[in-house]
């Protein structure tokens, strides 16, 4: 395969590269288009694993998640995928609970109901204002944005219209855009304030210092004003691996486990440096990659050096999941007697704390239902920030799980259960298996402590099994990537899909997005990145512009 000629090459086989190279078949039939994909498996970022000995649950490690009201490139995606699969193939969505008000709130030591917030507020072991008591943690940072870009809060308002208002204001006469998130925060609400957000959230790096005018509406997105969140029957990953079947039906070529190593632009055409010498030629590239990924290939690809300005604009930030499995839900003798002397279980959504486990998500059946009885799941670890540092010491080095393809913790330090060394194929075409990612022992033992301090327990069941992955390996360098402070980002967001004038490079992902962390920022800047590569109108804000004009406005 040396020297290979094709028309168009894609490199990344996460969704915004089989999206593209699905809507790109549509375009143009006759030509040899190859996805290429360092990995063994399709999805990126969305890994869906099923757990050992469970058959009506799948493991999320992971994006998990979409917002139904107000993400529509995603909706619609689904809506017309589904038009094309035969029923018993569907992609199909359940109501995906967060905070349900008997859930638990384990801040400073102190044990709480997530209803505590409003009801007993005096049990809140923080110093809030008159103003901060008896809110819950989003309520205080709306409150803050509301000071800081009045009437933005408004449940009128689209996401655009909130992005158009952050776009143009200003604050103590900076523009936001200038502005760091944390900083307005803390000149509108108190420090005690800001930190009980920051821990009842669940999230460190939403409310550290990024781009203000990029992180309010952001927020209010996903955390402000009545999210409505929807998961996956049969895993996330069965998006872009419905899209890749699609493709290679109609022609399309994937090929994993090739990694990029570098390319150069010479004479009108691309040469691709793949893995052991192999040089694919092609006339137009798209790298379909995080963020970290273009970094790591920058220094042995020129024309990337060039654009290293654009590439630097946004700031990868960690994830961490951690699931693990139990012969019953044991977290539902958590819950409490009500006035009337029903028992109300801890049984769905999730639980908080200031540990480092910092969210704990009691995951629901494939059909979104809670699990009540016999083998279950947790959502044990979903953390972010320097939360993710904590589990370092507790793993192999992330360098050698990169290379390896696999933990090295499935070789060298298992969790011994009933079931270890057991690796069977996943239904609905996912070919990565939960043993791939199982966690340590070391790992497993301190998530199991800490359960049962956050639980307020003596004692929790064994766990059967446990999996784990860390975002902030390479090639990804973290889970979501958000905006630096000073960039206008709605100029570098389509200006980076085809950087240089006349070469026929584009790039697109979620991180150059208005949906930074979601696949609805995958698929927007596949759509702005489609456009330029078609020469076709792209949507830019409140008018239809044609590509050409839109670059000089």
């Not at 901060?132 to 940072?141: A, L, M, R, V």
């Not at 996401?159 to 509108?188: H, Q």
């Not at 049984?347 to 494939?366: A, F, I, M, N």
């Amino acid at each position: 395969m040396s020297n290979e000629q094709i028309d168009i090459a894609i490199v990344g086989g996460g969704i915004s590269g089989v999206y593209s190279a699905w809507k790109l078949q549509k375009e143009f039939p006759g030509k040899k288009i190859v996805v290429f994909e360092g990995s063994d498996h399709i999805g990126g970022r969305l890994l869906s694993v099923k757990p050992p000995h469970i058959t009506d649950m799948v493991a999320e490690l992971g994006g998990m998640r979409i917002l139904e009201n107000n993400q529509k490139l995603i909706v619609d995606l689904i809506a017309e995928l589904n038009t094309l699969l035969p029923a018993d193939e569907q992609i199909t969505l359940y109501d995906f609970p967060v905070d349900e008000p008997q859930n638990i709130a384990f801040l400073r030591g102190v044990f709480l109901r997530l209803s505590d917030f409003a009801t007993h507020p005096d049990k809140v072991p923080y110093n809030l204002s008159f103003l901060e008591k008896g809110d819950g943690p989003g309520t205080i940072i709306v409150n803050a944005i509301e000071q800081i870009v009045p009437g933005i809060t408004d449940i009128s308002l689209t996401d655009e219209e909130r992005r158009e208002m952050t776009k143009n204001a200003t604050f103590d006469g900076l523009p936001l855009y200038k502005c760091g998130f944390w900083n307005l925060l803390y000149r509108v609400i108190s420090s005690e304030g800001y930190q009980f957000s920051m821990d009842a959230g669940g999230y460190d790096s939403t409310v550290l210092n990024w781009n203000a005018a990029d992180a309010i509406p952001w927020y209010l997105s996903d955390f402000g004003i009545s999210p409505h969140y929807k998961g996956f029957t049969n895993g996330f990953q069965q998006v872009p691996i419905t899209l890749a079947n699609l493709f290679e039906t109609g022609g399309g070529d994937i090929r994993l486990n090739q990694q990029l190593r570098g390319f150069e632009w010479m004479n009108d055409h691309f040469e691709l440096a793949l893995n052991e010498g192999e040089i694919i030629s092609t006339g137009k590239l798209i790298l379909a990659m995080p963020r970290r990924a273009l970094d790591l290939l920058s220094p042995h690809s020129p024309k990337l050096q060039e654009i290293q300005p654009l590439i630097s604009t946004v700031t990868p930030r960690p994830l961490f999941k951690l699931f693990t499995t139990y012969g019953s839900p044991w977290w539902r003798i958590s819950g409490y007697t009500d006035a009337d002397g029903n028992f109300v279980p801890v049984e769905s959504g999730r639980s908080v704390t200031d540990l480092p486990v910092r969210q704990t998500y009691y995951w629901p059946k494939s059909d979104g239902t809670p699990s009540i009885r016999g083998r279950s799941m947790l959502l044990a670890s979903y953390d972010d920030g320097n939360n993710v540092g904590f589990w370092d010491g507790l793993r192999p080095q992330r360098k050698l799980g990169w290379q390896e393809g696999r933990s090295h913790a499935v070789l060298n330090d298992p969790f011994i259960g009933e079931d270890d060394n057991e690796i069977k194929a996943v239904d609905g075409g996912l070919n990565q298996t939960w043993d791939q990612y199982k966690a340590p022992r070391r790992m497993v033992i301190e998530i199991a402590r800490q359960l049962r301090q956050m639980h307020d327990l003596d004692y929790t069941p064994i766990v059967r099994s446990a999996a784990f992955r860390d975002w902030g390996e390479d090639p990804y360098g973290g889970g979501w990537n958000s905006w630096n402070i000073g960039v206008k980002s709605w100029e570098v967001r389509d200006q980076i899909v085809h950087p240089i004038a006349d070469c026929p490079l584009y790039i697109c992902g979620e991180a150059y997005s208005d949906a930074q962390g979601w696949v609805e920022g995958t698929l927007q800047t596949a759509d702005i990145m489609l456009a330029s590569f078609l020469n076709k109108p792209v949507n830019a804000g409140k008018k239809t512009l044609p590509v050409a004009e839109m670059e000089h406005s």
